[in-house]
């Protein structure tokens, strides 16, 4: 599994990818400008770093460059999903997939995928006799 966790205005571009690829940097603005509420020339910003740190790649189409997700959708959710419950909530066992029933960004077969990456993740500590 790939470690890079992305930045939340990168998860945001990485969504709109998800949903519908490949898009130019334009049609990634629309989509993702009332969620980040920033310039054109910050999304292109962005993509570059994306694609600098292989989230995206960029290609061209009629003159036109577009970009494509690298990263497995499923996989980076599971990655924050588990940031989240092991910083925030501070649980060690398996999350519960069943909190992403009602998503609109996951199909049944992705909730699937995602019980599997879930269940096939290895502690992020080993528990100690002394309880630390």
């Not at 061209?60 to 959710?77: A, C, F, N």
């Not at 999350?95 to 029933?101: E, G």
């Not at 996951?106 to 909730?111: G, Q």
């Amino acid at each position: 599994m790939r470690e890079i966790k992305p930045s939340p205005s990168e998860l945001a571009l990485l969504k709109a990818l998800w949903k519908q690829k490949p898009l130019s940097a334009r049609e990634l603005h629309d989509r993702v400008k009332p969620e980040l509420e920033w310039s054109y020339s910050s999304t292109r910003k962005t993509l570059d770093r994306m694609r600098d740190k292989s989230l995206v790649t960029q290609s061209e189409i009629h003159g036109i460059h577009v970009y494509s997700p690298t990263v497995d959708k499923v996989e980076t959710l599971a990655l924050y999903a588990r940031d989240f419950a092991e910083r925030v909530l501070e649980l060690d066992g398996p999350l519960p997939v069943a909190m992403f029933a009602g998503s609109k960004l996951m199909s049944e077969e992705d909730i699937e995928e995602l019980q599997a990456v879930l269940d096939a993740w290895p502690d992020s500590e080993p528990d100690n006799e002394d309880g630390k």
